[in-house]
């Protein structure tokens, strides 16, 4: 499979679909323009662009497949990964330097993908999923609490509702609207603390939408 996503949050959500089958990976960016060429490339190498059936048949002769998936970045550029099955050999785990999302994290832009715990109200297990990495949830929830407190003190709940507009239009995996979630509980508090009484101008955290519209994040 070579499949150039329409946005980041399609690609994000087809690697987290493949990496338990395909833990290794490697990642890159490439000039859009450059983009048949690259999947031609892994194509011939590698035969990242074949049917299920033939990926049956290398699987049963021991040889490993491989999915390269990418999506556009706002720069004519598009950053791709490429992911390998754990099972079996081939020319790819000899060429290419790849990275065991099991003991190194797949990270893509501001975003990391994780094997979390599902709570036990959500159906409990284990899931791969898509976190902001540590430095910018912890950049977004200052910040959100910052402007919770300076806009709930000067009664101006537009500030803090534009910037959840855009808060809210990052992709809203699992992972990311938990995250998300956690931060928007604190604002709150913070918001009744200092808001004279004004209600909170934003969603409920329990509301949060499964997934946001896209914004590019290189």
Not at 79 to 94: I, Y
Not at 127 to 132: D, S
Request: glycine content about 6%; some cysteine.
């Amino acid at each position: 499979m070579d499949t150039l996503c329409k946005t980041q949050t399609e690609a994000q959500r087809l690697i987290a679909k493949h990496i338990g089958a395909h833990p290794f990976w490697t990642s890159d960016v490439t000039d859009l323009s450059k983009w048949r060429g690259l999947v031609e490339k892994f194509n011939l190498k590698y035969e990242t662009d074949i049917s299920p059936a033939a990926r049956q048949w290398r699987k049963k002769k021991g040889q490993c497949c491989a999915h390269l998936i990418a999506a556009p970045l706002p720069d004519d550029r598009a950053r791709w990964v490429l992911l390998v099955t754990d099972h079996g050999n081939g020319p790819v785990k000899q060429q290419e330097r790849l990275h065991d999302v099991r003991n190194e994290h797949l990270v893509w832009g501001d975003y990391v993908l994780i094997h979390a715990t599902r709570r036990r109200e959500f159906g409990g297990g284990a899931r791969w999923t898509w976190f902001m990495s540590s430095r910018i949830e912890k950049q977004e929830a200052d910040y959100l609490t910052g402007l919770a407190q300076s806009s709930g003190r000067e009664r101006r709940p537009e500030r803090l509702r534009a910037y959840l507009d855009v808060l809210l239009k990052r992709p809203m995996h699992s992972g990311v609207r938990q995250q998300v979630a956690k931060m928007m509980r604190r604002a709150q508090k913070i918001w009744a603390k200092h808001s004279h009484g004004m209600s909170w101008p934003g969603p409920e955290p329990a509301d949060i939408p499964a997934f946001g519209r896209y914004l590019p994040h290189a």
